[in-house]
T-cell receptor, first 111, second 122 residues
Framework: QKEVEQNSGPLSVPEGAIASLNCTYS??????FFWYRQYSGKSPELIMS????GDKEDGRFTAQLNKASQYVSLLIRDSQPSDSATYLC???????????FGGGTRLMVKP | ETGVTQSPTHLIKTRGQQVTLRCSSQ?????VSWYQQALGQGPQFIFQ???????GRGNFPPRFSGLQFPNYSSELNVNALELDDSALYLC?????????????????????FGQGTRLTVV
């Protein structure tokens, strides 16, 4: 059973701080890793994808991947109240068929 | 806006009935995946369609079935609805550049979701 684990939260950070979201996965064969943001009652929105070990930066977002530790994280710099949402980590084993999602971490950014 | 559209947005059905949900993929995308998201959980993969054929299936019973049409739009059909089928149903489209044998990350673009269909079974 392939698993993707996330702390459900809520993770509460003050406005302007760095939010750090973490995800672990069980399948060592996983090749592709994604972070989605989901506002309440809405569908998931792709924020970042990462395929190689190391860091990938896009604006205020940085994804970090460590395949040896089976760990992927998302850093949000200068957090804004509009970043308050559930963040879903998704893992793809063979670059195709199915994404396996974690349960999501609820982030609350307080003004 | 992802360009992926789903219909209807909300639906209420009675236990035992059948339902059909529809998805139009993003322009140029040839692969459609369906997910079920129960309240408070992450999405669960139902199945994927590539070139009108099922190309992978998650742990869902046969009463969940689907179709993909030549224009790459797709339908999800659920027979004999159960109360536990109440969920947000999500469609995601991607572009596959290989022959459906997705071995490398570059063989399939990222998945973009539609707005979802909220199904309530009473």
């Amino acid at each position: 059973q392939k698993e993707v684990e996330q702390n459900s939260g809520p993770l509460s950070v003050p406005e302007g701080a760095i939010a750090s979201l973490n995800c672990t996965y069980s399948d060592r064969g996983s090749q592709s890793f994604f972070w989605y943001r989901q506002y309440s009652g809405k569908s998931p929105e792709l924020i970042m994808s990462i395929y190689s070990n190391g860091d990938k930066e896009d604006g205020r977002f940085t994804a970090q991947l460590n395949k040896a530790s089976q760990y992927v994280s998302l850093l949000i710099r200068d957090s804004q109240p509009s970043d308050s949402a559930t963040y879903l980590c998704a893992v793809n084993e063979n670059a195709g068929n199915m994404l396996t999602f974690g349960g999501g971490t609820r982030l609350m950014v307080k003004p | 806006e992802t360009g992926v559209t789903q219909s209807p947005t909300h639906l209420i059905k009675t236990r035992g009935q059948q339902v059909t949900l529809r998805c139009s993929s993003q322009s140029g995308h040839n692969t459609v995946s369906w997910y079920q998201q129960a309240l408070g959980q992450g999405p669960q993969f139902i199945f994927q369609y590539y070139r009108e054929e099922e190309n992978g299936r998650g742990n869902f019973p046969p009463r969940f079935s689907g179709l993909q049409f030549p224009n790459y739009s797709s339908e999800l059909n659920v027979n004999a609805l159960e109360l536990d089928d109440s969920a947000l149903y999500l469609c995601a489209s991607s572009l596959a550049s290989s022959g459906g044998d997705f071995r490398l990350p570059e063989d399939l673009t990222e998945a973009f979701f539609g707005q979802g269909t909220r199904l309530t079974v009473v």
